[in-house]
DNA sequence: GTAACTGCAAAATATTTGCATCCTT
DNA sequence: AAGGATGCAAATATTTTGCAGTTAC
């Protein structure tokens, strides 16, 4: 929880450089596979894992359990990441991406919401043609 | 995807049960903790993907990756899970549970849904108190 | 120089599979 | 008795941890 002085890596770059070019949500087998040469298994694992506390990216986590990475809005962190928009996962060409629509949510008063997590499935318009 | 003949057997009706008892999502290790005497940890997790394949549960995947299982609605099936409804996880009790709400979705027209998946962490009435 | 970061090996978890045996139909 | 279901062991993932060596600051 108590976060730690962060040093600026070749590694985490790396990381870094590959979120911002890829328009889509990251998981922690497509980084292997793409810096999976210049990089540790684990040091990937735990680049994603820091950058999730630091409020850089946030998790998604697809319906087969896999956790996915996308690139956060400025205002998260650690505590809370506004992540209230919709995911949207096509199933033909298999990517998560964040998408700008926002969920109304209206549960009753007497819960508390602290997070929230949508994901939807189906086809991309790239795949519906 | 061919769906084979069921039988009935002890180990699933017990499985049955507990979910008809618990009005929650169950996870593998819920089961395993309340029935892991009576039958082999590799059976309840059979039971559970045969279970999600005939549309008698529909899984729910946690924020920390873990699938969770809840009592299906009658029309479910294999190929489609009418689960567009939301499910909240308390995070004092760490239930999960579905919701009756359901979430009014508007995609562009270029997007096809087919499936959706609503979660929503915070503190439920019962630990709201 | 200090402490964060990385790499490697190994440990800890989680899930699936092969196969012999048992049980439902 | 045919074949679905189970138990057990072992194979596969998947993720985390310990620790020594490296590197950013």
Not at 86 to 104: G, K
């Amino acid at each position: 929880m108590a976060k730690t002085q962060r040093r600026q890596t070749k590694s985490q770059k790396l990381v870094l450089d590959f979120f911002n070019e890829n328009d889509q949500a990251i998981s922690h087998e497509m980084l292997e596979k793409a810096l999976g040469d210049k990089m540790n298994r684990v040091t990937i694992y735990r680049i994603l894992n820091r950058f999730e506390e630091d409020g850089i990216v946030h998790k998604i986590v697809s319906r087969d359990g896999v956790a996915h990475f996308a690139r956060c809005e400025s205002d998260c962190n650690h505590d809370h990441h506004r992540d209230n928009h919709i995911h949207f996962r096509c199933t033909q060409c298999d990517t998560i991406s964040c998408m700008e629509q926002t969920v109304a949510l209206s549960l009753p008063s007497s819960y508390t919401v602290e997070n929230t997590n949508f994901l939807v499935s189906g086809v991309c318009p790239k795949c519906n043609k």
